[in-house]
């Protein structure tokens, strides 16, 4: 069993930055696939950026070249660092986790292949 615990939401204007992170538990994290889902208002769960256990990143077009994912296995959490945020970012940014090895470039934005989900943090962009 994995449990992931959110941290760092909060209000920002738009065009500031925000960090979220994610803290594991288990002693096996480097070998899981860590994304970040987020949702917005009356809007399906969508992904936003995933790191695998090599350390391959993929994101959503809508966030390259302001978000960052990362992740540090040695405190077992991951990061999403948010740069020029706008309006349309604001959702819940949930956290999860999936066995890298169940995972392919395509499936790795696929809600359904993510087994363990933290309980979201609100990030809300004001105009």
């Known amino acids: 069993q994995v449990q992931l615990v959110e941290s760092g939401g909060g209000l920002v204007q738009a065009g500031g930055s925000l960090t979220v992170s994610c803290v594991a538990s288990?002693?096996?994290?480097?070998?899981?696939?860590m994304a970040w889902f987020r949702q917005a208002p009356g809007k399906e769960r969508q992904f936003v950026a995933v790191?695998?256990?090599?350390?391959?990143?993929d994101y959503k077009d809508s966030v390259k070249g302001r978000f960052t994912i990362s992740r540090d296995n040695a405190k077992n959490t991951v990061y999403l660092q948010m740069n020029s945020l706008k309006p349309e970012d604001t959702a819940v940014y949930y956290c999860?986790?999936?066995?890298?090895?169940?995972?392919?470039?395509?499936?790795?934005?696929?809600?359904?292949?993510?087994?363990?989900w933290g309980q979201g943090t609100q990030v809300t962009v004001s105009s």
């Open positions: 999860a986790a999936a066995r890298d090895g169940a995972l392919t470039t395509v499936t790795s934005r696929r809600e359904s292949k993510y087994d363990y």
């Open positions: 288990g002693r096996t994290f480097s070998t899981y696939a």
């Open positions: 790191i695998r256990w090599s350390g391959s990143i």
